[in-house]
């Protein structure tokens, strides 16, 4: 790091104190201001300063590091705007309006005085390695339970924002949508009104969030009514918070769009730009190759899902690539499509044998094109999975962590890039099975693969490599990130409550950290990582050393 970086980041943090050292008087300026409000409802003076104060904080708090006070500041300046604009506030609006804020800021107050990722380090290299939490609503009056549920949220890297007041909801979707609305389903309003509201928003915003209801009432008519208003979750209080995030988890993937990688090898620019485009269209992430020599290349560092080609090329024919491809192991069940004019039928039989998996010819329709590549692709990924993946958790299994690594290694050596490994291990987890039930201990696991899945980036690969020890590959990374950044991780982890009949209980993990330092061989540097975890449990657990 240069001196003049450091100078930069002494200068950052010189700043992040000095709004520290001034948050609880800005605090107070925006709860006076309100009591100005609530005594002086009419005051459209008190209320452009009001709005002033919570504007300023929601744009400095995360500048600084304080995201969640930065986002709360943006959800009361959001509700109070259509009164600045006119709105009439009601007694029961304007009391919901400052307990919510009185009580927000007085928890602010006595916990989020500590920044996160401020400023100053995000100057650094190392902190390129940012994460892009999915935002939570959650909508209810019991204060006790929102808090556990934050809590437990926040460990797992979700952003989250109370909204205790019912009314508040549709201006804050208005001002910021969330990826999913946790609500209760009985409110002062009526039994039924967290349904109703969400009826009410999805109506005037003409679009669906997801949503997860909860409720003390576990009656087949409660859920009947979260059914009917499209509810993708339902949990009785008290909450299980991890099962609630499994539920979370497995809404986001099931509305995340599905990228699959195209290559499309022509040597005609255009004409596979034109089909790239058509691709695109319908969501795949696709690599034009027009240079057939570097196929390997390609193969290796974008991994296709499927690949695209002509029959007919300069320098060699789409049947000899087809044959080049199926030579490699790790290619053998990767979708071949020929896309040609070619309408011998004993040509189109060549290139099948050859390999490929089916042959269309052109011209063809881009819906024909679109669903045919897509239900292959969507075939591969399947099958893939099955192989792949660990039944338990959904992570690499053994084997492919494995081939996964020696790749990396492989494209960072090329690129002169860093790649760092983690050994992770969980603390005496023969006795969470032994005292808890092995139901439980598989919960564990579920929950640590599902914490470094969230937390980390996607291009982090992360895998179960046996019993209770997973391997996270950080490709870009040196090992001082990745244990700064795998630290993070194992403190949310060990906060995480796990249910069973016996009650809650928390677990810690400790890791081993290597790096392309140490060796450029896999097998020697997963006993790097291995031995450096080794250390860690040695030392007392619960903790990351480097080797």
């Given amino acids: 790091m240069s001196d003049k970086n450091d100078s930069l980041q002494e200068k950052l943090r010189a700043l992040e104190a000095v709004f520290l050292q001034k948050l609880p008087s800005k605090i107070h300026e925006i709860l006076s201001t309100l009591q100005e409000v609530q005594d002086r409802p009419d005051d459209r003076e008190a209320m452009v300063v009001l709005h ?17 006070i930065g986002a709360q500041a943006r959800v009361f300046e959001a509700v109070l705007k259509p009164h600045l604009e006119g709105k009439p506030w009601t007694v029961e609006e304007l009391n919901a309006y400052s307990a919510d804020m009185n009580r927000y800021f007085d ?53 989250v924002v109370r909204i205790s007041h019912l009314r508040a909801l549709a201006t804050a979707v208005a001002s910021r949508r969330p990826h999913v609305i946790v609500i209760e389903l009985s409110f002062p309003e009526g039994k039924i009104a967290g349904a109703e509201e969400i009826a009410r928003i999805k109506q005037i915003e003409r679009f669906r969030i997801p949503t997860v209801f909860v409720s003390r009432s576990s009656s087949f008519e409660s859920r009947l009514l979260a059914v009917r208003a499209s509810g993708d979750g339902y949990f009785t209080k008290p909450v299980d918070v991890v099962a609630l995030t499994e539920r979370i988890e497995g809404i986001l993937q099931f509305h995340e769009n599905k990228s699959y990688r195209v290559l499309i090898i022509d040597d005609d620019a255009v004409t596979s730009k034109f089909y790239g485009a058509i691709l695109r269209d319908a969501g795949m992430n696709v690599y034009l190759l027009n240079d057939p020599t570097q196929l390997l290349t390609v193969m290796t560092d974008f991994r296709p899902e499927l690949v695209l080609m002509d029959v007919y090329m ?45 042959f269309i010819t052109k011209p063809v329709a881009p819906e024909y094109l679109k669903s045919s590549l897509y239900s292959r692709a969507e075939r591969y990924r399947s099958l893939r999975a099955l192989i792949m993946r660990d039944g338990l958790t959904g992570l690499y299994n053994h084997t492919a962590i494995k081939e996964q690594l020696a790749s990396e290694i492989s494209q960072a050596s090329r690129n002169g890039a860093p790649l760092a490994l983690a050994m992770i291990d969980l603390d005496h987890f023969k006795e969470i099975n032994d005292t808890y039930g092995h139901p439980a201990g598989d ?105």
């Fill in 443 to 547: 919960q564990v696991l579920r929950t640590l693969a599902r914490l470094l899945r969230q937390r980390l980036r996607r291009s982090d690969l992360v895998g179960r490599y046996g019993g209770e020890e997973f391997a996270v590959i950080f490709p870009d990374t040196t090992a001082t990130m990745a244990r700064k950044v795998l630290d993070q991780v194992r403190v949310a982890f060990a906060k995480i409550q796990h249910h069973c009949e016996n009650g809650h209980f928390s677990v810690s993990f400790s890791g081993g950290v290597a790096d392309l330092e140490s060796t450029i061989d896999a097998a020697e540097l997963i006993d790097a990582a291995d031995a450096a975890m080794y250390v860690s449990k040695q030392s007392g657990r619960n903790r990351i050393s480097m080797a």
């Fill in 314 to 358: 300069p320098v060699c024919s789409g049947v000899e690539l087809s044959r080049m491809i199926r030579q490699d192991n790790s290619y053998v069940d990767v979708p071949i499509v020929f896309l040609s004019s070619e309408a011998d039928r004993a040509k189109q039989l060549d290139a099948v044998r050859a390999g490929a998996d089916d």
């Fill in 107 to 159: 928890y602010a107050l006595k916990h989020d005085t500590t920044p996160v990722n401020g400023v100053a380090e995000s100057v650094q290299e190392e902190e390129r390695y940012i994460s892009d939490p999915h935002l939570i609503y959650l909508v209810d009056e019991d204060e006790a339970q929102n808090q556990e549920i934050t809590d437990q949220l926040e460990h797992f890297g979700y952003e």
């Fill in 52 to 68: 002033r104060h919570l504007h300023t904080m929601a744009g400095s708090a995360g500048t600084f590091g304080f995201a969640e």
